[in-house]
């Protein structure tokens, strides 16, 4: 268990709605990512948050959105949805801002499948 | 996006045997992570290097980051059933004061035969 939560496990839903996904680090961890897993681009950056702001963005589609709560729990919205949304999303967490841990730790990831 | 080349892309093997596995970058990385996957989870982490030339160990598993920091190896000795999974490398740019984005191999099946 890497300490990393993600709800839901599993998500089916339909073209052209909206979905949240929700990710709660490790405790103690500052920086959340998400990532996408499809069997044809593989694992894929697609946001950083560090400490509630925005840090690094990867190709994030324009209808997908995110942010980090205060808590620093995080939500990945995805909008528009169309069928090759279709793929695993993980998040990950690290302790970020220090200078001795570069290791992220990854959820059990949220399976969307858009029909 | 972009994928490391990693290779082989699977491998079959009985058990008892060593695998290697390396992954190559057109570009340097500050720090080499190795992930194991089984289906339908996350990736765990199996060991993270740091420097040049570093070689690291944990229990069974052994991975090198390159001289040139272009890439890294992971061998694993002595397999068992339970190895059987999906093996990714992924390196990463440090940029001060913050952890940046991970960029993934593009995965090593490995399959253990008991």
Known sequence: DSGVTQTPKHLITATGQRVTLRCSPRSGDL???????SLDQGLQFLIQYYNGEERAKGNILERFSAQQFPDLHSELNLSSLELGD???????S???GSDFSYEQYFGPGTRLTVT | GQQLNQSPQSMFIQEGEDVSMNCT???IFNTWLWYKQDPGEG????IALYKAGELTSNGRLTAQFGITRKDSFLNISA????DVGIYFCAGQHFYGGATNKLIFGTGTLLAVQP
């Open chain 1, 86 to 92: 279709s793929a695993l999303y993980f998040c990950a």
């Open chain 2, 25 to 27: 970058s057109s570009s």
């Open chain 2, 79 to 82: 397999s068992i059933p339970s």
């Open chain 1, 31 to 37: 920086s959340v990512y998400w990532y996408q897993q």
């Open chain 1, 94 to 96: 690290s302790p970020a």
């Open chain 2, 43 to 46: 990736p765990v982490l199996l």
